[in-house]
Each structure stands twice: as structure tokens, then as C-alpha cells.
């Protein structure tokens, strides 16, 4: 089974979290689900670095990754994803979604009010763990 390893990013502003929608996929299971922005990792290339490099692809968006949050280890029907979850903050730019259908801020406690991808409730249920 293939591995493939991300890093997400949970990106807090004004006390609320940044939710993004996945696009319509061909592996239903996370397809049009909800999820933190982030993605592949690339040869010789920090995690810190991906989930800048990712977030300014995706989201138009500079961010500075602040705080490691949590690995997710999660096996899906079709592969193993393994993702480094980090809390940031936006330093510059204006929200554009490239690569998403929808977005939302939320408050912690409206976090279980979405359809998220799997591999993204540990995150939710960290977040939802902190203070």
C-alpha cells in the first residue's frame, strides 16, 4: 500500500479555524469533504516548509507555521496517509481558493458541525482537546 506523507495546516485567526472544502474527487471517501489546507511533501523540503509552500498554492495565503499540533496515521481504502498537522497564522494575503470548492471560518465548538475527511477528525478532536 502506498504512503504518502503531508503537512496541514490549522490556521487561526481572530479565534476562528480556517475549514476547507475538497474538490469533487474519483475516490468518494474524500471527495467534497472538508479538511485542513496542506499537501504532499516534497524531496528535501521541511515540513514547515510544505505547509507554507502549500498554503501559498492553495490559499493565496503566507503563512508562518507556529506550533507542531499533531501526526495523524490514518489508512484509507487505497493508500496510508501520514500528516503533520501544524497551527498557524496568516502573515499576508488575501483567501483564494485554487484548488478548493468552499470555505469556512469556525469557531472550536462548531468544528463537528462539518463532513470532514477521515483523516482530519484527530485534528479536530486535538483541537477541540486544547484550552
Partial sequence: M????????????DG???CVQR?????TYISEKWEF???KIEPNES???TVVREIQEELNLTIQAETFLV???HVYPDFRLIMDTFLCKIIDGTLQLNEHIDHAWLTKDKLNSLDW???DLPIVEKLLSLK
Fill in 2 to 13: 502506498k504512503t504518502v506523507h503531508v503537512a496541514a495546516a490549522v490556521i487561526v485567526a
Fill in 16 to 18: 476562528k479555524i480556517l
Fill in 23 to 27: 474538490s469533487p474527487n474519483k475516490l
Fill in 37 to 39: 489546507p496542506g499537501g
Fill in 47 to 49: 515540513i514547515e516548509e
Fill in 71 to 73: 501526526q495523524v496515521d
Fill in 117 to 119: 475527511a477521515q483523516a
